[in-house]
């Protein structure tokens, strides 16, 4: 199947600096890719469409502000936690599939496991 | 609106016993259904779909799921259970307006040898 490359995979912080997070589709355009949270043994929680070229969608409840989503090209999408604190930390998972638009499968990164202290 | 339930929090089977999880859905229009699974501190990864066709899908690893439209029901099934199967496993739908993938709850297999 296509490859979703996500970067870091775990990262420490201090409480108040940002962090950013990698997403790259390697073997496939995508316009499209997906941002999601997940805490402990919980599911997944959709946070925004990520959109190429354009701005991102974010679900309700979720703050663009905090979040920041960039989608600079058809390959990569960044997500920036900004100001962050305890309660952001989180496991962050992108995704993205090359035939999204007629029914195909998404492809998940391995994840970005936040940690702010 | 487009969801999915997956009524256990958690499925115990036997090493070579047969393992169900359950998955119903609720949709407008024709769903197209999916099952990932994850392992500790990884992504997901696909493992089947449905989308049209034969309502048995097979997929990785030896897993397959019997889409059925009378009850809803889009459950992972694999004849013979291995120890490796342990994860967590989750039935998605796609919202055909977003292209975004909606997720269950998630239901944790453990298998015993």
């Known amino acids: 199947g296509a490859v979703v490359s996500q970067h870091p995979s775990w990262v420490i912080c201090k409480s108040g600096t940002s962090v950013k997070i990698e997403c790259r589709s390697l073997d496939f355009q995508a316009t499209t890719m997906f941002w999601y949270r997940q805490f402990p043994k919980q599911s997944l929680m959709l946070m925004a469409t990520s959109n190429e070229g354009s701005k991102a969608t974010y679900e309700q409840g979720v703050e663009k502000d905090k979040f920041l989503i960039n989608h600079a090209s058809l390959t990569l999408s960044t997500l920036t936690v900004t100001s962050a604190h305890p309660e952001d930390s989180s496991f962050y998972i992108c995704s993205a599939g090359p035939r999204i638009h007629r029914g195909g499968e998404l492809f998940f990164g391995e994840g970005s496991r936040l940690t702010v202290l | 609106a487009q969801s999915v339930a997956q009524p256990e929090d958690q499925v115990n089977v036997a090493e070579g016993n047969p393992l169900t999880v359950k998955c119903t859905y609720s949709?407008?229009?024709?769903?197209?259904l999916f099952w990932y699974v994850q392992y500790p501190n990884r992504g997901l990864q696909f493992l089947l779909k449905y989308i049209t066709g034969d309502n048995l899908v097979k997929g990785s690893y030896g897993f397959e799921a019997e889409f059925n439209k009378s009850q809803t029901s889009f459950h992972l099934k694999k004849p013979s259970a291995l120890v490796s199967d342990s994860a967590l496993y989750f039935c998605?739908?796609?919202?055909?307006?977003?292209?975004?993938?909606?997720f269950g709850t998630g239901t944790r297999l453990q298998v015993f040898p």
């Open positions: 949709v407008s229009g024709n769903p197209y």
């Open positions: 998605a739908v796609r919202d055909h307006n977003t292209d975004k993938l909606i």
